[in-house]
C-alpha cells in the first residue's frame, strides 16, 4: 500500500462519515425523545399476562425503544415492580439491546439494507425464543 491509497482511503472513511453524522445525531435524539416521552405505568397496561402474547408485545416495544444495557436493568427492574412477567421483561431488555428499529437508516447506511434488514428481524425472532427458553428454565429451578 503506498501513500496514495493510504490518503485515498482517509479521504473515503471521511465522506463516509459525514455522511453518517447527521443520521446518527438525528437517531440519538429521536431516543432521547422516546425513552422521556413513554410514561412508567403504560408498560403495565399493555401486557395481558399471557407468556407468547407479553413476550412478542415486549420485544415489538424493546425493539421500537432502544437502549444500551445499563439502562434496560434498570428498566427491567422497574417492570417487575409494576408486577409486568418476567418473559415479557426478558423479551423486551433482549429487544431494547439488540433489535434497533430506530436505528435502521443509520445502520443500513453502514452495513446494507439487507444485512441491515435480516439482522434485525434474526435478532427479534431470537430475542422471543432466548425469553421463553429462559423463563422456563428458571421455572424449572424455582
Same mark, same amino acid.
Do not use: C
Given at each position: 500500500?503506498?501513500?496514495?491509497?493510504?490518503?485515498?482511503?482517509?479521504?473515503?472513511?471521511?465522506?463516509? #462519515?459525514? *455522511?453518517?453524522?447527521?443520521?446518527?445525531?438525528? #437517531?440519538?435524539?429521536?431516543?432521547?425523545?422516546?425513552?422521556?416521552?413513554?410514561?412508567?405505568?403504560?408498560?403495565?397496561?399493555?401486557?395481558?399476562?399471557?407468556?407468547?402474547?407479553?413476550?412478542?408485545?415486549?420485544?415489538?416495544?424493546?425493539?421500537?425503544?432502544?437502549?444500551?444495557?445499563?439502562?434496560?436493568?434498570?428498566?427491567?427492574?422497574?417492570?417487575?415492580?409494576?408486577?409486568?412477567?418476567?418473559?415479557? !421483561?426478558?423479551?423486551?431488555?433482549?429487544?431494547?439491546?439488540?433489535?434497533?428499529?430506530?436505528?435502521?437508516?443509520?445502520?443500513? &447506511?453502514?452495513?446494507?439494507?439487507?444485512?441491515?434488514?435480516? *439482522?434485525? !428481524?434474526?435478532?427479534?425472532?431470537?430475542?422471543? &425464543? !432466548?425469553?421463553?427458553?429462559?423463563?422456563?428454565?428458571?421455572?424449572?429451578?424455582?
Amino acid at each position: 500500500m503506498n501513500a496514495a491509497d493510504i490518503k485515498n482511503a482517509a479521504k473515503q472513511t471521511l465522506n463516509a #462519515i459525514k *455522511r453518517s453524522i447527521l443520521i446518527i445525531i438525528s #437517531i440519538l435524539l429521536l431516543i432521547s425523545f422516546l425513552i422521556n416521552a413513554i410514561p412508567k405505568d403504560f408498560f403495565k397496561t399493555i401486557f395481558t399476562g399471557n407468556d407468547i402474547l407479553d413476550s412478542i408485545t415486549g420485544a415489538i416495544f424493546g425493539s421500537i425503544a432502544l437502549g444500551n444495557p445499563i439502562n434496560s436493568y434498570i428498566l427491567g427492574g422497574e417492570l417487575i415492580n409494576q408486577g409486568v412477567s418476567l418473559i415479557a !421483561i426478558t423479551a423486551f431488555v433482549l429487544t431494547w439491546v439488540t433489535v434497533g428499529v430506530v436505528q435502521l437508516p443509520a445502520e443500513s &447506511v453502514m452495513l446494507g439494507k439487507k444485512f441491515t434488514i435480516y *439482522r434485525n !428481524i434474526f435478532a427479534f425472532i431470537t430475542a422471543i &425464543v !432466548i425469553a421463553i427458553l429462559t423463563t422456563l428454565t428458571l421455572q424449572l429451578f424455582l
